[in-house]
Each structure stands twice: as structure tokens, then as C-alpha cells.
């Protein structure tokens, strides 16, 4: 059962330093990324008035999630459309990964989503000084009073935490359940059950809810 | 009578199992209590729909049952442990464990009771929705669920990382903050979470046509709401990723035992508060949908300020274990820590469920009037949850006192 604390490492000396890289983690993003391309290629390859398989598929994604960030987001910030969906893919098809033998969710790795959460941070924060503008941007940290600054930088850093670690801590737990189950079970019956609901469906929930999460930061900011 | 290490590891695995499912059959059973008794009265209103009720029941049942499952899992796991030349820190780590998965799973089970109690209302008030409503019970439990998993990750850890590293001074003492951190900041969150999980399903039947929007609210708020649990998580991972060894054994034990206390009590507190803010956003929301846009924004607010208290107990916490203490067997120098995440721990549930009521009903009233008076609420609530906080910044100042000045 130490497989799934035990992480992979490739070592490179690099003069003097010595940079680690979790390797498993970094080829299975590596595989996403290339699903994630050959799903763009396939979908927009034959454009035509009445879609095919891939066009309907691609169509749905986008059509959903324009709706979501019209929504969520004024006119002039529906440019964050594009980070939003691809957001998406990545952790999703990330959490799909774990349902395949043999492969692993590069969001299993505390580092992937950890990375996320920072980037969707610092975009919401950009975003929100560019809409509202640098002095309203800073003003909003001494709401209500002065001295809740502190409290209130506290509660922006906490966002990222949490949502990393909310999806870490999710897609961790369906491998640990799944594998700590079927040893017991002896690989009978329970496996492909567990693997639907953790897998296919906490994973599909955990990367719609980080990604919704992501665009109500950047709502937030904006607004 | 001397007893072997050995002896004490497997008891202590005994009596973890036994705090494992002990603990995790408490949430679970509520729940699933108030699941059945919710479609009895659901039958009774539409004895025609009594089948498909009786259906959603038990399929809400299971999901709700699943964190007693967890707790199940980590009790066999603990009973067929190889305790064979374990060091005596392995004895802690298994309580620790079985603590962690206990705790945490009682929060989780009650919680989702909420939306298969909803479902089953629902579906006798409006039969044509009943797919819609077992699908959102569904993904709402599922969500609801993510604090148990959070226990039985670091459960997990504690039960099977190497732990011969560690001293057991104040070794035990960090295994022990960890679970209690995880297993006690899980209560809250799961009850929360839950919460607008319920309203979202009860809303639905009432507002079909609002299921994308009702959902989307419905999945930020269970979220937002975990974020108290996800503190405790954090603050377990650090007491057991630090290396302790060099640490005083006394007094940095009793820093150790405060810093899990601390963030795992307060955190009860907003965990709460947060659900019942979500939980009117989304009832909020199936009234009235256009207002969606704003009930989100001042849900999110309320329930950002309604955090404070918890991360108070964190910051705490992490006084607590990286601010070296003199080595001092005296008795001040023990207790002064330990009470201090103690007091930390406790002040913070209350203003965490006040704050939490205060932006409920700010959201409810604004989404009743969300063109009009969203602002002036909006400022009003503020000035509430910062008096209703007053108390949490009392438990902070003495909880710093009894750290700096004593």
C-alpha cells in the first residue's frame, strides 16, 4: 500500500542544484495535454453545417460553459472564456486518467492543482485590478474597517489553499478507497463500481466545482 | 505488570477500529433517519408516487451511508493490522487514525440525509422532475462527502507511513493533533455541506426550469463550505510532515496537541455558519433566479468573513508549531500552549455559526430584492458578523496572551 505515498522522482544535477521532477506526474500531464490537442484537432478538423460526432461533442462544451461564464462575468471580461474551458479539460480528462490501468491523475499529485490554484489566483487579481483599477482594487482590502486588512489578505491566500486541496484531497482519497477496497475484496464485484462513482463521477464533479470555482475568484475581483 | 510494545500497538489498533466505526456510525445513521422519515411524509402526501419514492430513498440512503463505509474500511484495516515490530509511535499513529476517520465521517453522514430528504419531498410534490431531483441528491451527497475523504486520507497516512523517524516525544503528540485537527474541522463542514445540497433539490422541484443555475450555486456554496475542513487537512499534514526531532519533548507535546485542537474546534464553527449562508442562497435562488448573479457574490462574502474565526485557530496552530518554546518540564510551561489552542479552539465555533446565520438571512433578503437594497444589506451583514466576531477575537487575544506573556 505504499505505492500511493511513494512519488516517482527523476534527478537532474544542473550546475550544482539538483532539480527534482516527479516523473509520473509530469508524463501523465504530458498525455492530457496531448488528449487535450488531439480533441481540439478532431473537433474543429471538418467544420460543417451539421456537425459530426467530435463538432457535437466540442459545440456542447463550448455552448455550456459560454452560458456559464456569461453568467458569471460582465461583457468586457468574457476574454477569461478560454482559461475557463481549458481549465476544465485539463482536470477533468486529469481525473478520467485514474479510471485507466496502469495510469495515474497527474491531479493526484499536490503540485498539479497547487499550480492551478496559483495561476487562477493571480488572474483573478489581474483581472480585477485591470477592471476596477489599481486604488478601488487596494481600497477593497480595508472593507469594512481598516484593520481588517490582515484578515482579509489571510482570506484571499486561504482561497488558494483550499481549492488545491480540495481537489487533491478528493481525487487522493477515490484512489486510496479504490485501491484499500479491492485489495480487500480481492479484486471481486466492488472495482468497477468504485471506480464509476470515484472516478468518472467525483472526478467529474471535483474539476466542474475547481473550475466553477475559478470563475467566481475572477467574478469576485470584477465585480 | 509490564506489557510489550507490541502489546500496545495492537491495542491501541483495537482501539482505534473501535473509535473508527464508533464515531463514523453516529453521522450516517442520522442521516439516513432523516432521509426515511422525510419519505414517509413524502408517501403520505402522494401515495401514487410511493415506488419511485421508496427508489430515491435508498439510492440517497447509500450515498449518505458511504462515510460509515469509510469508516468500516479504515475499522477492518486497523483490526488485520501487522503490528509486528512496530515502534511504540506506531501505537499513537493507529489511535490517531482511527480518530481521524471516525470524527470526520460524522459531519458527512448527516449531511447527506439533507438532499435525499429533499429529493423524496420533492418528488411527491412534483412528479415530472424526479430524474432532475435524484440526479442533483446525487452530486449534492457526493459533494458532501469530500469531508470524510479528507479524514481518511490523513487516516490513511497515519496508518501507513513510516513513523520510526519520528521521536515518540513529542512525536505522539503530533499524530494525535493531526487526527483530532482533521477528524473535528470535518464536522462542520460536512453538516454544511449538506445543507445546500437539500435546498438546491427542495428548490428544483419548486423551479424546474432554474436547474443549471440552482446547481451552479448550489456546487459553490457545498464547496466554499469545506474550505473549514480543509484547514484542519492542511494543518494534519504539516504536523505530520515536520520532522520533530531536536524539539524539547516537554513543553512542544502540549503545542502539538493545542495546534490540532485549535484549527480542528474552530473550524466546527464556520463549517456550520457557512452552510446555513449557502443553503439560503440556493433556497434564494430557486425563488427568484435572475437574482443568482448577486445572491452568489454576498453568499461568497458572508461566507469569507464567516471563516474568520478559523483561520484564527489556524494562525494559532501555526504559532504553535513553528514558534520554538523553551524545554521546561514545569507545569505552566505545558499548560499554557495547550490551552491556548483549547481556547482558540472552542471561541471560535460560536461566532463561526453566528456570522454564518447573519449572512444567511442577508442573502435571503436580498435575493427576495436584488436590485434594490443588495448594498445596503450587504454593509449591514458586515457590521453584524464583525460584532458577532467580537467574542472569536477574545478567545485570539487570550489564546495569544497565554502564548507571549506567560
Given amino acids: 500500500m505504499n505505492e500511493l505515498t511513494h512519488i516517482p522522482h527523476w534527478y537532474l544535477s544542473l550546475g550544482g542544484m539538483r532539480l527534482e521532477f516527479n516523473s509520473e506526474t509530469l508524463l501523465m500531464s504530458w498525455l492530457v495535454m496531448a488528449l487535450i490537442v488531439a480533441f481540439g484537432f478532431l473537433a474543429t478538423r471538418k467544420l460543417s453545417f451539421l456537425p459530426g460526432s467530435w463538432q457535437t461533442l466540442g459545440e456542447i462544451m463550448v455552448g455550456t460553459f459560454q452560458g456559464l461564464v456569461a453568467d458569471a462575468l460582465d461583457e468586457r471580461n468574457r476574454k477569461y472564456f478560454p482559461l475557463v474551458i481549458t481549465v476544465f479539460l485539463f482536470i477533468w480528462l486529469s481525473n478520467m486518467l485514474g479510471v485507466i490501468p496502469g495510469l495515474s491523475e497527474p491531479t493526484r499529485d499536490l503540485n498539479t492543482p497547487l499550480a492551478y490554484g496559483v495561476l487562477g489566483f493571480f488572474i483573478a487579481h489581474y483581472a480585477g485590478i485591470k477592471t476596477k483599477g489599481l486604488k478601488a482594487y487596494l481600497s477593497e482590502y480595508v472593507q469594512p474597517m481598516f484593520f481588517m486588512a490582515p484578515l482579509n489578505i489571510i482570506g484571499e491566500l486561504s482561497k488558494v489553499v483550499s481549492i488545491s486541496f480540495r481537489l487533491y484531497g478528493n481525487i487522493m482519497g477515490g484512489s486510496i478507497i479504490i485501491m484499500v477496497v479491492t485489495d480487500l475484496v480481492y479484486s471481486l464485484v466492488l472495482p468497477p463500481a468504485l471506480n464509476a462513482f470515484f472516478g468518472l463521477f467525483v472526478g467529474t464533479i471535483q474539476a466542474f466545482v475547481f473550475t466553477m470555482l475559478t470563475l467566481v475568484y475572477i467574478s469576485v475581483q470584477t465585480k | ?406
Avoid at chain 2, 139 to 165: E, H, K, N, R, Y
Fill in chain 2, 1 to 406: 505488570m509490564a506489557f510489550s510494545t507490541e502489546t500496545w500497538v495492537q491495542a491501541a489498533s483495537f482501539l482505534g477500529a473501535g473509535f473508527s466505526v464508533g464515531f463514523g456510525a453516529i453521522g450516517a445513521a442520522l442521516g439516513e433517519g432523516y432521509a426515511a422519515g422525510n419519505a414517509s411524509r413524502a408517501i403520505g402526501k402522494n401515495p401514487a408516487m410511493g415506488g419511485a419514492i421508496l427508489k430515491n430513498m435508498l439510492i440517497g440512503q447509500a450515498v449518505a451511508e458511504s462515510a460509515g463505509i469509510f469508516a468500516l474500511v479504515i475499522a477492518m484495516l486497523l483490526v488485520f493490522m501487522d503490528v509486528q515490530g512496530a515502534p511504540m509511535i506506531e501505537a499513537w499513529s493507529l489511535l490517531a487514525s482511527g480518530l481521524a476517520m471516525g470524527l470526520s465521517a460524522i459531519g458527512s453522514g448527516a449531511g447527506g440525509g439533507f438532499p435525499a430528504a429533499e429529493a423524496c419531498l420533492g418528488i411527491a410534490d412534483n412528479p415530472p422532475t424526479q430524474n432532475a431531483l435524484t440526479t442533483n441528491m446525487l452530486i449534492g451527497s457526493a459533494v458532501c462527502q469530500t469531508p470524510a475523504i479528507f479524514g481518511m486520507v490523513v487516516a490513511f497516512m497515519l496508518m501507513f507511513m513510516d513513523w520510526s523517524g519520528q521521536p515518540l516525544w513529542p512525536g505522539w503528540a503530533a499524530v494525535m493533533g493531526a487526527g483530532l485537527s482533521v477528524g473535528l474541522a470535518a464536522i462542520g463542514s460536512g453538516v454544511g455541506s449538506g445543507m445546500p445540497a437539500g435546498a438546491a433539490t427542495g428548490g428544483m422541484a419548486r423551479q424546474p426550469g432554474a436547474a443549471t443555475t440552482i446547481r451552479t450555486n448550489m456546487l459553490i456554496g457545498s464547496a466554499v463550505s469545506q474550505t473549514p475542513a480543509i484547514f484542519g487537512m492542511v494543518v494534519a499534514f504539516m504536523l505530520m510532515f515536520v520532522d520533530w526531532n531536536g524539539t524539547p519533548a516537554w513543553p512542544t507535546w502540549a503545542s502539538l496537541l493545542g495546534a490540532g485542537l485549535a484549527t480542528g474546534l474552530s473550524a466546527i464553527g464556520p463549517g456550520i455558519g457557512n452552510g446555513f449562508t449557502a443553503q439560503e442562497a440556493s433556497a434564494g435562488i430557486a425563488r427568484v433566479p435572475e437574482s443568482s448573479s448577486t445572491v452568489t457574490t454576498t453568499m461568497l462574502i458572508g461566507q469569507t468573513v464567516a471563516q474568520s474565526t478559523v483561520i484564527y485557530g489556524f494562525l494559532v496552530s501555526l504559532i504553535l508549531m513553528f514558534i520554538p518554546r523553551e524545554a521546561s518540564e514545569t507545569m505552566v510551561a505545558w499548560a499554557a500552549p495547550l490551552s491556548a489552542g483549547i481556547c482558540m479552539g472552542f471561541g471560535g465555533i460560536g461566532p463561526g455559526v453566528g456570522e454564518g446565520l447573519a449572512a444567511a438571512y442577508t442573502v435571503n433578503r436580498i435575493a427576495r430584492d436584488y436590485e434594490g437594497v443588495g448594498v445596503l444589506l450587504t454593509r449591514v451583514m458586515l457590521v453584524g458578523q464583525a460584532v458577532s466576531e467580537s467574542t472569536g477575537i477574545y478567545a485570539l487575544i487570550v489564546s495569544l496572551l497565554l502564548l507571549f506573556v506567560i
